[in-house]
């Protein structure tokens, strides 16, 4: 639908001068334009990721990124931790299972954050080689405290995996003052750049594990893809998504020109705007606050309501398309994403749309 307004937990609204670099004429990928471009792309990532340490640059979503650290770290029957507090903490667990690791589930359950006492005590006994862990949980609208995590993780000399698909570029996370060994994102959500592009980036100590590892890989071959990024004219192995390459490239310039730290107090106005309102309006979150995202907000849906009467009247009468739940939470909340690029026009809208809608259908 033309004109509408995303505000979904991505892809997110891309902002004008982005767009128009997306129409432009794509660059040949083997040319003296694409490695300079490239070039930069990767200093403004490694600048976004907090880290000395190369940003490996993938065409595939945020899936491919988690799948391809899993498969270029780790050996046959690794025994890893995956902290799950929802969907996405799922599907890391899917994944290390895919590529036949000792994986365990440690579940705090949809709604709530990692609980720091008893990841402690599992970590402390259990003997894993690492810890694979969502920073923002997307599907239930919970950040969690990565940076004690990795604290406690380290403590005893466990890998760190971050999936911070749906928040790196919005709220703080410092890979290397941190002490995280993977971290994984993509283009579409805080980098404010259509989807097609997954980074990733890896600590000394997790590229030393990549020497050994036995798992099979091959267009997600992170050391070849390294190779590329440290030539002195930069390239891929492969076709790269060229044009999300030019977008992101102008979205992450953007972005370090308002400056990380202003976006960071934007997201925390924005959202403390959204769960204020929501509190007004009568309706409750789904998780508690303190651990409630600024970048995604999940409301429950009272029982008089059905979630997708709610999201259609949203998009047909104010052309604002906001979310429903996923797996265990479809049809009993709907997410509102506020992150990336985001005007105080667009929310003001989203937040009146919501107000006549749950008026309207009561
Ligand atoms: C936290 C998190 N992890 C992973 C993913 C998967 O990303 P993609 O859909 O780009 O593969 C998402 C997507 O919403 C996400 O929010």
């Known amino acids: ?19 128009k670099v997306t129409g432009m004429q794509p660059l040949h990928h083997r040319t003296p334009d694409f490695y ?8 403004n990532l490694k600048q976004i990721f907090k880290t000395k340490n190369e940003v490996i640059t993938l065409t595939s ?17 690794d025994k890893v931790l995956v902290a799950s507090i929802g969907y996405f903490g799922e599907r890391f667990y899917d994944i290390a299972k895919a590529y ?14 990692v609980d720091l006492n008893v990841l402690e005590d599992k970590l402390g006994n259990g003997n894993y080689k690492a810890l694979l862990v969502t920073h923002n949980e997307t599907s239930t609208g919970v950040t969690n405290n990565v940076k004690e995590i990795a604290k406690i993780a380290n403590r005893y000399g466990v890998v760190v995996i971050v999936d911070a698909v749906s928040s790196l570029g919005g709220i703080p996370l410092e890979m290397d003052e941190w002490g995280i060994d993977a971290v994984i994102t993509c283009s579409q959500k805080c980098l404010m750049a259509p989807p097609g592009l997954a980074f ?13 590892s036995n798992l099979p890989k091959y267009y997600f071959n992170l050391k070849k893809a390294k190779e590329g990024v440290l030539k ?8 790269p998504a060229v044009s999300t390459i030019m977008a992101v490239s102008k979205s992450t310039e953007m972005l370090l020109n308002t400056g990380l730290e202003e976006v960071y107090k934007r997201q925390v106005l924005y959202g403390s705007k959204v769960r204020n309102y929501i509190k007004d309006l009568g309706l409750e979150l789904l998780p508690r606050e303190e651990i409630a995202s600024n ?3 999940a409301i429950k849906v009272p029982e008089k309501y059905k979630a997708s009467d709610i999201i259609n009247y949203m998009k047909e009468n104010y052309k604002v398309l906001i979310t429903g739940g996923q797996g ?22 989203t937040l009146t749309a919501l107000k006549e809608a749950v008026d309207t259908l009561k």
């Open 1 to 19: 639908m033309k004109d509408i307004i995303l505000m979904t937990p991505g892809p997110t609204m891309v902002p004008e001068e982005v767009r």
């Open 36 to 43: 300079a471009l490239f070039s930069r792309l990767n200093n």
């Open 61 to 77: 979503s945020g899936t491919g990124g988690m799948e391809a650290v899993v498969a270029n770290i780790f050996s046959t029957g």
């Open 100 to 113: 036949g690791l000792d994986a365990e589930l440690l579940d705090f359950g949809w709604g709530n954050a």
């Open 200 to 212: 990733v980036s890896l600590s000394e100590r997790a590229w030393q594990m990549a020497k050994t």
């Open 232 to 239: 002195s004219n930069p390239d891929t192995p492969a076709t």
């Open 295 to 297: 970048l995604i907000t």
């Open 328 to 349: 265990l939470l479809k049809g009993k909340i709907i997410r509102i994403g506020h992150m990336g690029y985001l005007t105080d026009e667009m929310l003001d809208k």
